[in-house]
């Protein structure tokens, strides 16, 4: 006959075998974390009444007025400092594309562009080195391993694959039995790709800002749809924005050096030039000339980048640097127009305006980034100062629950008042978290007491 101690005893381990049930999704090492970056979404796309879902999620938790990425506000190089936590010139992603000068390589996306120095480690790889498991979804040099490390869970970029399906896969990372992620690091290609073709004032822009508004609404819809809303931080954040530019403010450099003595490297509105062997000070001089006449571009030597870009790499840039004024491109263009005409099968006038990005990350709006959060870590209804992007690995440290990270270019001070009082946090997750697993508990409970009811 079962006695009172025997029934207990099987009803605790079953309480024990469903909480284990529960910590294998997102892991048993606290709450998870989801950072999704919405490509090229301007700061103030926000303004424009089409994204009530994002204002929501916003108003609700944790946001700032901007938030300041790195320069140049390119794809690569901003995602890469948010990933690592240091400046271009430390990481030396200093351009999609950039000229090594120490290997004498152009280098593309690839192993070698992501891998300048390594002592350089992304949060994905860190995180897997205390432990843990890491999903990314395409986010730009995800698919490289580090430290002789890669992802637990990885798909490199395939535009192929849906948002939906994307949003899906990372789900089931997060839910994984044996290898549950506890950090997503997700990339969304738009608006940016049909942003640089039809420029961020067309309704081709506005209908994908009313389909990533969309999107966003679904991501909140799926956690909470597998009961992880209340165990898995989310971010929305953006790498930089986007400028409109007609071919009218196309400059062609090669009318200033005509003598074919330099070579072009990236792509507008910031240009890596490299002189032939020798003629540093011709290709200098004449760039500085054609600055002037011009009034529309600025020149600089290495020696002369502004210190607050961070932009000073020895090897990959310069060793002279061409920037536009907001609004205007170089050369490249004329290439890139001639591109989307025969991709997309358009014809556009003289006046259509093309979308650049790469301009000076102060002073400058339609550069900005958003960044917004909310999740059991973050404060509910909290503006907070805008802050860095080199800010942001101290921040994903602290809620992933790693210790004795490396040293960033970053300060977690200025994100610091984003997080709720450790307190709250014990009071949050003192709360039952899956009403699921809630629900079979107290089914056990009662179960025990029905049995104990009938045997004494």
Known sequence: ML????????VSVAIILCCAVVSSAVGAQGNGLIVISYDAFRNDYLRRNITPHLNKFRDDGTSVPFMRNVFPTKTFPNHHTIATGVYPEVHGVTANSVFDRASGKKLEYGYELFHYTEDVIPIWTLNEMKGHHSGCMMWPGSDFSFS??????????????SWDERVDMAISWLRHKEKPANLIMMYFE????????????STIIRDLIIKLDDLTASIQKKLKDNNLADRVNVIHLSDHGMEGVSSAKFIDLRKFVTNGTCDYY????????VPHSGKFDDVYGELKKGAQANGHFKVFSNAELLKRWHF????????????ADAGYGFQDMYD???????????????QHEYGVHGYDNEGLPSMYSMFMAKGPDFQEHKVL???????????????????????????FAHVAE??????????????PKDPKVSAVIVALLMLGGFLMGNIF
């Open 418 to 431: 984003a997080l709720r009082s450790p307190s709250s946090q014990d009071k949050s997750s003192a709360t």
């Open 266 to 273: 990236g792509t507008s509105p910031v240009l890596q030039v």
């Open 385 to 411: 100062t805008p802050f860095d992007t080199v800010d942001l690995y101290s921040l994903f440290v602290k809620i992933l629950n790693i210790t004795s990270p490396p040293a960033t270019n970053g300060t």
């Open 3 to 10: 006695t009172h101690s025997d029934i207990w005893r099987s």
């Open 336 to 350: 890139a127009a001639e591109y989307y005409a025969k991709k997309y099968n358009v014809t556009f006038t003289p």
């Open 190 to 201: 738009d608006p940016d790709t049909h942003g640089h073709i039809y420029g961020p004032d």
């Open 148 to 161: 002789g490390r890669n992802c637990t869970h990885t798909v490199a970029y395939n535009k192929t694959i």
């Open 312 to 323: 000073n790499n020895t090897a990959r840039t310069g060793p002279i640097t061409v920037l």
